[in-house]
């Protein structure tokens, strides 16, 4: 049962009014928000690794001055997010801290292994366009800067999936080689991209309370469904078979019929043993060190500033 206070908080929940970072919440509600949006932040600056792979072996200047657009849009995602999560009493340095340390998670999407220029296809298509299925709903969340953060990330992800599905067209269209590619990018990423959405709904242990703060707006089962069945179609386009054999069009249901999930190389990844887990933590803890002296150098600068000014 809920205190005067909650049941105040739950029907500003209930009328759709977005929580503000100076508006009393339930401690539970400011650490669910921590956890989730330092995690989604996370998310994006892990996400800039298997994708930089490729930047100096793009096909052409043109892909690869899109790559890098994309890739610093995945930074200021990061930045917007922290922001978002800092409106809740946290600092970057303790966010950064539990990434490092292993403690805080990211999309176990980043700990596959970007292997041809077919990848980068993929994760635009398949990665971005999964992501955009998520975050459209989370522009509409409780909490302010978050609900605010996810309107211009959905703006610029819109164009790096568009990308992504130009790429995997012109490599379907092009040789019997590159459609080869394509297909077995497909093959690769296809599945992980479902398990961005999380566990089954059965097996969820947040997905309860999140909805009943408008935190989740639709269910990872719901959302994986409608990637699914906005995915299909765009496979057959593209003339590639997606890698399901159970897959198949349910009249009745209106909706495509697909099979099982491997979730035991979910929580595989999850626990930190995917194919490029240590790598992904590696290079960012790497990061963070080797620009230790130039966030010295700018606290000294603004030391030296303020006590010049105090002078
Ligand atoms: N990878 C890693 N961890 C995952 C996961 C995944 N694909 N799916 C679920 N989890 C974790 C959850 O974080 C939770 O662990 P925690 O309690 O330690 O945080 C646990 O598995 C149980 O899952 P739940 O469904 O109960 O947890 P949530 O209610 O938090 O739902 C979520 C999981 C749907 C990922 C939700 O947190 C969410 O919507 N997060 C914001 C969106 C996000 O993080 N997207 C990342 C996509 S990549 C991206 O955005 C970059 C883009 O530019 C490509």
Excluded at 110 to 125: E, K, M, Q, R, S
Excluded at 142 to 148: D, L, Q, V
Excluded at 204 to 221: E, G, H, P, T
Excluded at 267 to 290: F, I, S
Aim: glycine share 6%; charged share 25%.
């Amino acid at each position: 049962d809920m205190s005067a206070e909650e049941q105040a908080f739950q029907a500003r929940i209930d009328a759709g009014v977005k929580i503000e970072p100076k508006d009393w919440m339930p401690e539970a509600y400011r650490k669910t928000l921590v956890r989730q949006i330092s995690q989604h932040a996370h998310s994006e600056i892990v996400g800039q690794l298997p994708e930089g792979n490729w930047v100096t072996r793009a096909p052409t200047l043109k892909r690869k001055s899109i790559l890098l657009a994309k890739i610093q849009d995945e930074a200021g995602h990061g930045l917007y997010l922290y922001s978002a999560a800092e409106t809740l009493g946290v600092s970057r340095d303790e966010l950064l801290d539990a990434l490092h340390s292993g403690k805080a998670k990211y999309s176990s999407i980043f700990n596959y292994p970007t292997l041809t220029w077919a990848d980068i296809g993929a994760i635009g298509w398949l990665v971005d366009g999964a992501a955009i299925i998520n975050q459209v709903p989370l522009c509409r969340c409780s909490y302010g800067p978050y609900s605010r953060a996810m309107i211009r990330v959905c703006k610029e992800e819109a164009f790096h999936a568009r990308q992504g599905y130009d790429i995997m067209m012109k490599l379907a269209q092009g040789s019997p080689e590159q459609k080869a590619m394509a297909q077995d990018a497909l093959n690769r990423w296809w599945w992980p991209s479902l398990m961005m959405f999380g566990p089954s709904d059965a097996n969820s242990v947040n997905s309860a309370q999140s909805a009943q703060w408008r935190i989740k707006l639709f269910s990872n089962d719901e959302l994986r469904q409608r990637m699914v069945d906005q995915t299909v179609p765009q496979a057959e386009f593209l003339g590639l078979t997606v890698p399901d054999p159970d897959l198949k069009w349910n009249e009745e249901r209106g909706h495509y019929d697909f099979g099982e999930i491997d979730w035991e190389e979910f929580h595989n990844v999850l626990k930190g043993n995917g194919p490029c887990n240590r790598e992904r933590l590696r290079t960012r803890v790497k990061a963070y060190e080797d620009g230790q002296w130039f966030r010295d150098a700018l606290v000294a600068h603004a030391d030296k500033q303020a006590a010049r000014k105090a002078a």
